[in-house]
Antibody, heavy 119, light 110 residues
Framework: VQLVESGGGLVQPGGSLRLSCVASGFTFSNYAMIWVRQAPGKGLEWVSVIFGRGERTYYADSVRGRFTISRDDSKNTLYLHMNSLRPDDTAVYSC?????????????WGRGSLVTVSS | QSVLTQPPSVSAAPGQKVTMSCSGSSSNIGKNYVSWYQQFPGTAPKLLIYDNDKRPSGIPDRFSASKSGTSATLGITGLQTGDEADYYCGTWDNSLSAVVFGGGTKVTVL
């Protein structure tokens, strides 16, 4: 299993960015996926979840209305569309695959993509 | 402020045992399984424990966990310098419809 994020970079406040997470080694469409972020020196912050086949999506209060999670199962790719970016969105953004059974655990994580929001 | 509360740090000497708590509520830990993650600086989190107390293959039995009510505990026995890392608990919150994590506990080997 591999998860590889891309699309991060430096963006001005109010700008937009789209992150991608390419998955391999498992049947991507069968699994819920999440985006998590980690600001410098801080802990894990859950951003969003999308269920298998995109049936449902949920967002953290801090990003709801600004970020959109989506997936293209034909390309084994997870996306995070980020709009109206703010300096406090600066973080490493990682994707993770839901793991064992039906509980909310995440058995594989990507290495992350750094997003810096600054003028 | 994280939904799940963890102590910022714990420490113990090599070979000793360390435990860390994860406190939640009836809408998260009280109703859902807890998982635990180990993270070294600059690396991705690694799943240590799922379904409250189960270890994925390859995780040594020095790592154990339990859940009672709205709290969970992770324990590490035979502490090694290589165990120095940040540890996070996580679960689902039914009221928030969200994945929730604790703020993390830094383990220091004295």
């Amino acid at each position: 299993v591999q998860l590889v994020e891309s699309g991060g970079g430096l963006v001005q406040p109010g700008g937009s960015l789209r992150l991608s997470c390419v998955a391999s080694g498992f049947t991507f469409s069968n699994y819920a996926m999440i985006w998590v972020r980690q600001a410098p020196g801080k802990g894990l912050e859950w951003v969003s979840v999308i269920f298998g086949r995109g049936e449902r999506t949920y967002y953290a209060d801090s990003v709801r209305g600004r970020f959109t999670i989506s997936r293209d199962d034909s390309k084994n790719t997870l996306y995070l569309h980020m709009n109206s970016l703010r300096p406090d969105d600066t973080a490493v953004y990682s994707c993770a695959k839901r793991g064992y059974g039906s509980s909310w655990n995440f058995d594989y994580w990507g290495r992350g993509s750094l997003v810096t929001v600054s003028s | 402020q994280s939904v799940l509360t963890q102590p910022p740090s714990v420490s113990a000497a090599p070979g000793q045992k360390v435990t860390m708590s994860c406190s939640g509520s009836s809408s998260n830990i009280g109703k859902n399984y807890v998982s635990w993650y180990q993270q070294f600086p600059g690396t991705a989190p690694k799943l240590l424990i799922y379904d409250n107390d189960k270890r994925p293959s390859g995780i040594p039995d020095r790592f154990s966990a339990s859940k009672s009510g709205t709290s969970a505990t992770l324990g590490i026995t035979g502490l090694q310098t290589g165990d120095e890392a940040d540890y996070y608990c996580g679960t689902w919150d039914n009221s928030l419809s969200a994945v929730v994590f604790g703020g993390g506990t830094k383990v220091t080997v004295l």
